[in-house]
């Protein structure tokens, strides 16, 4: 019994670390300093980028994972900084070619505008992730996660209006999952280059949606609930604490039938004095 209670402990001590949270919330101001350091980024036409349409993490390229937090040129770089500049690089990397299939081969005319646009603002974007990137001396993967590799097949496959549809939808649901991405992490980080990025791709990420759903090919009822964006995180944490607080109560419960246990066996143990008057008495 003993053993198995030191085990479940160990277990339960692991379980009460949670993992950590995205960022704070989903709003993003900025103060006075970096509105006029960014005040370019607001532009409508200037091809201002590209969407970073990376749903989750997904297993990655030949890039080794983003390492811990370091500092560079004084400035904190931390895991999800790293992660966002990441994850906008592979969306450029399967975006970029579909907007372009899109530009040659949709059957409608606005879709073939919107993926000329696409197209062109992602290589812009592209830029602006790999200057960021070298400036804090991150590696960048070089090739889309398998999962957009999915999606590009997936595109690939459609002919005629369906091919319209299908890369509507997929680029649109894709949009959508990163911009509350960006603003938790612009909203959280401790790195000034990083707030610039964030903020110039959630203006991309923005427009992007706009140029989508433009098309009216966007099926509204089948993206991804909000509250599953924003409560993600939330709902990991609670699934951690629910199992902890689980395994709490029968750490308990064992612990008081091991007690009641040991308290019988030292009882059993206890030697009992013989009852008085009752031995045999010798005849003087």
Same mark, same amino acid.
């Given at each position: 019994?003993?053993?198995?209670?030191?085990?479940?402990?160990?277990?339960?001590?692991?379980?009460? @670390?949670?993992?950590?949270?995205?960022?704070?919330? !989903?709003?993003?101001?900025?103060?006075?300093?970096?509105?006029?350091?960014? /005040?370019?980024?607001?532009?409508?036409?200037?091809?201002? =980028?590209?969407?970073?349409?990376?749903?989750?993490?997904?297993?990655?390229?030949?890039?080794?994972? $983003? &390492?811990? /937090?370091?500092?560079?040129?004084?400035? $904190?770089?931390?895991?999800?900084?790293?992660?966002?500049?990441?994850?906008?690089?592979?969306?450029?990397?399967?975006?970029?070619?579909?907007?372009?299939?899109?530009?040659?081969?949709? @059957?409608?005319?606005?879709?073939?505008?919107?993926?000329?646009?696409?197209?062109?603002?992602?290589?812009?974007?592209?830029?602006?992730?790999?200057? !960021?990137?070298?400036?804090?001396?991150? =590696?960048?993967?070089?090739?889309?996660?398998?999962?957009?590799?999915?999606?590009?097949?997936?595109?690939?496959?459609?002919?005629?209006?369906?091919?319209?549809?299908? !890369?509507?939808?997929?680029?649109?649901? &894709?949009?959508?999952?990163?911009?509350?991405?960006?603003?938790?992490?612009?909203?959280?980080?401790?790195?000034?280059?990083?707030?610039?990025?964030?903020?110039?791709?959630?203006?991309? @990420?923005?427009?992007?949606?706009?140029?989508?759903?433009?098309?009216?090919?966007?099926?509204?009822?089948?993206?991804?609930?909000?509250?599953?964006?924003?409560?993600?995180?939330?709902?990991?944490?609670?699934?951690?604490?629910?199992?902890?607080?689980?395994?709490? &109560?029968?750490?308990?419960?064992?612990? @008081?039938?091991?007690?009641?246990?040991? !308290?019988?066996?030292?009882?059993?143990?206890?030697?009992? $004095?013989?009852?008085?008057?009752?031995?045999?008495?010798?005849?003087?």
């Amino acid at each position: 019994m003993v053993p198995a209670v030191v085990v479940l402990a160990a277990f339960a001590t692991v379980l009460i @670390v949670p993992t950590p949270a995205g960022a704070a919330d !989903a709003s993003y101001g900025l103060d006075a300093v970096e509105a006029a350091e960014l /005040s370019p980024l607001a532009h409508e036409g200037s091809g201002a =980028g590209a969407e970073i349409g990376t749903p989750e993490r997904q297993d990655h390229t030949a890039e080794s994972e $983003p &390492a811990p /937090s370091s500092a560079v040129g004084g400035e $904190p770089v931390q895991l999800d900084d790293r992660d966002v500049l990441h994850k906008v690089k592979q969306a450029g990397l399967w975006e970029m070619p579909v907007g372009t299939w899109a530009s040659e081969r949709a @059957v409608s005319a606005r879709v073939r505008e919107v993926g000329s646009l696409i197209a062109a603002e992602h290589q812009e974007l592209d830029g602006i992730v790999d200057a !960021a990137a070298a400036r804090l001396d991150v =590696g960048l993967p070089a090739e889309p996660t398998s999962e957009q590799q999915d999606w590009m097949r997936e595109i690939d496959a459609q002919r005629g209006a369906a091919f319209d549809e299908r !890369a509507v939808v997929l680029l649109r649901q &894709a949009h959508g999952k990163v911009l509350p991405v960006l603003a938790q992490v612009r909203v959280a980080t401790r790195n000034a280059v990083i707030r610039q990025f964030t903020t110039q791709a959630m203006a991309f @990420v923005q427009r992007h949606i706009e140029y989508l759903e433009s098309t009216g090919l966007v099926k509204f009822q089948e993206l991804p609930d909000p509250s599953d964006l924003s409560n993600h995180d939330w709902r990991s944490h609670a699934a951690t604490f629910a199992m902890f607080a689980l395994l709490t &109560a029968l750490f308990t419960i064992l612990l @008081v039938l091991v007690g009641r246990a040991l !308290a019988g066996w030292r009882r059993g143990r206890v030697t009992r $004095p013989p009852p008085l008057g009752g031995g045999h008495h010798r005849r003087s």
